[in-house]
């Protein structure tokens, strides 16, 4: 049974950082597709950072420049490093995993009908 549970979320205030991650179990990330999704109150679930098996990374305009998504085969966990929050960051955040191996990155990578696993969130809230 594939498990993913994020972690790391929490408070901070703009300008701060933190580093979300998603162990999974039951699953190898390692060639897997693995993505962040978040969805602030009222709003869809929007993808934010994706991974493939060949470490191809695929960000968010938003967030380019400011997250990175990275794996740690060996721990099986998946970590988003968040820097420079700003207010509009604030949103619950969600690792997903596809099921294709070995998975390659492709111009839908973003979007949440490409993954079939998901964890249950883990909250951000930036303060100004």
């Known amino acids: 049974q594939v498990q993913l549970a994020e972690s790391g979320g929490g408070s901070v205030q703009a300008g701060g950082s933190l580093r979300l991650s998603c162990a999974a179990s039951?699953?190898?990330?390692?060639?897997?597709?693995m993505a962040w999704f978040r969805q602030a109150p009222g709003k869809e679930r929007e993808g934010v950072a994706t991974i493939d098996g060949y470490r191809t990374t695929r960000y968010a305009d938003s967030v380019r420049g400011q997250f990175t998504i990275s794996r740690d085969n060996a721990k099986n966990t998946l970590y988003l490093q968040m820097n420079s929050l700003e207010p509009e960051d604030t949103a619950m955040y969600y690792c997903?995993?596809?099921?294709?191996?070995?998975?390659?990155?492709?111009?839908?990578?973003?979007?949440?009908?490409?993954?079939?696993?998901w964890g249950q969130g883990t909250q951000v809230t930036v303060s100004s």
């Open positions: 039951g699953y190898a990330v390692s060639t897997r597709c």
């Open positions: 997903a995993a596809g099921s294709i191996a070995p998975c390659q990155i492709s111009p839908g990578s973003l979007d949440v009908h490409k993954y079939r696993y």
